[in-house]
């Protein structure tokens, strides 16, 4: 079967890059090896924030008397939260296939394996097209730590498949899975401690917003332990010991679970990429601003290229690699891309940080805002928190960071800020409704 074009890979990138080609006439086969919608559908963003929501219901529930509910009382019934978890799955899952019913789109399931430069084998059949896009994502990373093969010792898809609530769990990585699922169990009833091998939490991320984040994550009982290398994992004595170097002294912690989250690496043993002749490098494929690789008619987008593991940037590039293909110019920014982490409370953040402008030799104001001075953050009991605004010199915003609530949410307005070019000026002549979260980007630029 030959096609316009043949997609590897049934993730955000590879699925909506397929309807959108659709849209434009292109006939399209899309080969997927597992479940339709990829990770972040089926074993990472949509079932990790499912757990999320029932973890903010379990806060709400023990912060009531706050709000004047004495004397309220719940039990965890996690089977309901773990089936509440797969019902979302499923239904999101299913109008994913629905809308991949589409007469030019031919959804293969198996294993794609290159047979030339323009031919895929998907078992006993092939199929060839006129350009090729290689979406076929991630994979958890494992360190090679002795003991990293033990039971109980799990990855973050196979922690959200499990049937109970562990009374000690281990999170090695304090980065975005890592600390979302440590805020989640912990929640749950969970006794948490997390170990990170950087100086601070969320090693990307600006160091304030990583700091404040730490320190609010410790308030609720979760033990974070930095600068720290794990050495290995041992079963003594019914549990897991996880042993660790720090700042030169050995120490060690017992836990029920272990969950390995140091991130996340391209799954570039999914195809014969060396084959065909097709160039990447442990990072990931490589590719050029179109997501072009060295032979002109294949493409990678999405975690499999290494640029930006995440599914929003995924779906972006797969419209700037179907812009190049169909000759069509955008002006699409790729370098303004919003990040979230849904802890409690939530993390954000779009554009430099500090720590990059002064790498880069940038003029920059940082300006500031607190939670603890918004009114909508004081009537819902969530006054931890800062909004940091960095702007040019020319006064346009370069980017923003946020720790504190809704903070997921409150970031977008700043991306369509950036997008656009806009400055501080841009921002505040822009009014706001009051009271709301949002105030505290107005009160920054200020």
Not at 203 to 216: E, M, N
């Given at each position: 079967?030959?096609?316009n074009?043949?997609?590897?890979?049934?993730?955000p990138?590879g699925y909506?890059?397929a309807l959108?080609?659709?849209?434009?006439?292109m006939e399209?086969?899309?080969?997927?090896?597992?479940?339709?919608?990829?990770?972040?559908l089926?074993?990472?963003?949509i079932p990790t924030?499912?757990?999320c929501?029932?973890?903010?219901?379990a806060?709400?529930?023990?912060?009531?008397?706050?709000?004047?509910?004495?004397?309220?009382?719940?039990?965890?019934?996690?089977?309901?939260?773990?089936?509440?978890k797969?019902?979302?799955?499923?239904?999101?899952?299913?109008?994913?296939?629905?809308?991949l019913?589409?007469p030019?789109?031919h959804?293969?399931?198996?294993h794609?394996?290159?047979?030339d430069?323009h031919t895929?084998?998907?078992?006993?059949a092939?199929?060839?097209?006129?350009?090729v896009?290689i979406a076929t994502?991630?994979v958890?990373?494992?360190?090679?730590i002795?003991?990293n093969?033990l039971?109980?010792?799990?990855t973050?898809?196979?922690?959200?498949?499990i049937?109970?609530?562990?009374?000690r769990?281990c999170?090695?990585?304090?980065?975005?899975?890592g600390?979302?699922?440590?805020?989640?169990?912990?929640?749950?009833?969970?006794k948490?401690?997390v170990?990170e091998?950087?100086?601070?939490?969320?090693?990307r991320?600006?160091?304030?917003?990583?700091?404040?984040l730490r320190?609010s994550l410790?308030?609720r009982?979760?033990?974070?332990?930095t600068q720290s290398?794990?050495t290995a994992?041992?079963?003594?004595?019914?549990c897991l010991?996880v042993r660790f170097?720090?700042?030169g002294k050995e120490?060690a912690?017992?836990?029920?679970?272990v969950?390995?989250a140091?991130?996340r690496?391209?799954n570039?043993s999914?195809?014969?990429?060396d084959e065909v002749?097709i160039?990447?490098?442990?990072?990931?494929?490589?590719?050029?601003?179109?997501?072009r690789?060295n032979?002109?008619?294949?493409?990678?987008i999405?975690?499999?290229?290494g640029?930006?593991m995440?599914?929003?940037?995924?779906v972006?590039?797969g419209?700037?690699t179907?812009?190049?293909?169909?000759?069509?110019?955008?002006?699409m920014?790729?370098d303004?891309?919003?990040?979230?982490?849904?802890?409690?409370?939530?993390?954000?953040a779009?554009?430099?940080t500090?720590?990059d402008c002064?790498?880069?030799g940038?003029?920059?104001?940082?300006?500031?805002?607190?939670?603890?001075?918004?009114g909508k953050?004081l009537?819902v009991?969530?006054?931890?928190?800062i909004?940091?605004?960095?702007a040019?010199a020319?006064g346009r915003?370069?980017?923003?960071?946020?720790?504190g609530p809704?903070a997921a949410?409150i970031?977008?307005?700043?991306?369509a800020?950036m997008?656009v070019?806009?400055?501080?000026?841009?921002?505040?002549r822009?009014?706001h409704a009051?009271p709301t979260?949002?105030?505290?980007l107005h009160?920054?630029s200020?």
């Amino acid at each position: 079967m030959h096609t316009n074009l043949l997609i590897i890979g049934a993730g955000p990138g590879g699925y909506e890059t397929a309807l959108l080609a659709a849209k434009r006439g292109m006939e399209t086969v899309l080969i997927e090896a597992g479940e339709t919608g990829g990770t972040c559908l089926n074993a990472g963003c949509i079932p990790t924030k499912a757990l999320c929501r029932s973890a903010e219901i379990a806060e709400e529930f023990a912060s009531a008397g706050q709000f004047g509910f004495g004397g309220v009382s719940f039990q965890l019934d996690f089977d309901a939260v773990m089936h509440q978890k797969t019902e979302i799955v499923c239904r999101l899952r299913e109008g994913v296939e629905t809308l991949l019913r589409n007469p030019k789109i031919h959804l293969v399931k198996g294993h794609a394996r290159f047979v030339d430069a323009h031919t895929v084998a998907v078992g006993d059949a092939t199929y060839s097209a006129d350009n090729v896009i290689i979406a076929t994502g991630s994979v958890p990373a494992m360190p090679p730590i002795s003991g990293n093969d033990l039971p109980g010792v799990l990855t973050s898809g196979e922690l959200l498949a499990i049937d109970k609530v562990p009374p000690r769990m281990c999170v090695i990585g304090a980065g975005v899975i890592g600390l979302e699922l440590a805020s989640v169990f912990a929640a749950f009833g969970s006794k948490i401690t997390v170990i990170e091998f950087a100086k601070e939490v969320l090693p990307r991320f600006d160091t304030d917003v990583a700091k404040r984040l730490r320190q609010s994550l410790g308030k609720r009982g979760i033990e974070i332990i930095t600068q720290s290398e794990v050495t290995a994992i041992a079963e003594e004595c019914g549990c897991l010991t996880v042993r660790f170097l720090r700042k030169g002294k050995e120490a060690a912690v017992e836990a029920d679970k272990v969950l390995m989250a140091v991130g996340r690496k391209p799954n570039l043993s999914s195809l014969n990429l060396d084959e065909v002749g097709i160039l990447y490098s442990k990072k990931g494929i490589t590719v050029d601003d179109a997501m072009r690789t060295n032979l002109p008619h294949i493409y990678a987008i999405g975690d499999i290229n290494g640029i930006n593991m995440l599914a929003h940037v995924a779906v972006a590039q797969g419209v700037r690699t179907l812009n190049a293909i169909c000759g069509k110019a955008d002006d699409m920014r790729l370098d303004v891309v919003p990040a979230a982490v849904f802890t409690m409370p939530e993390a954000a953040a779009v554009g430099l940080t500090e720590e990059d402008c002064k790498e880069r030799g940038i003029g920059y104001e940082c300006r500031k805002s607190f939670f603890r001075a918004n009114g909508k953050a004081l009537c819902v009991g969530e006054t931890e928190g800062i909004c940091k605004l960095l702007a040019g010199a020319d006064g346009r915003i370069l980017g923003c960071h946020i720790v504190g609530p809704h903070a997921a949410d409150i970031i977008q307005e700043v991306a369509a800020l950036m997008t656009v070019g806009a400055t501080l000026t841009d921002l505040r002549r822009t009014i706001h409704a009051h009271p709301t979260l949002s105030e505290v980007l107005h009160a920054a630029s200020e």
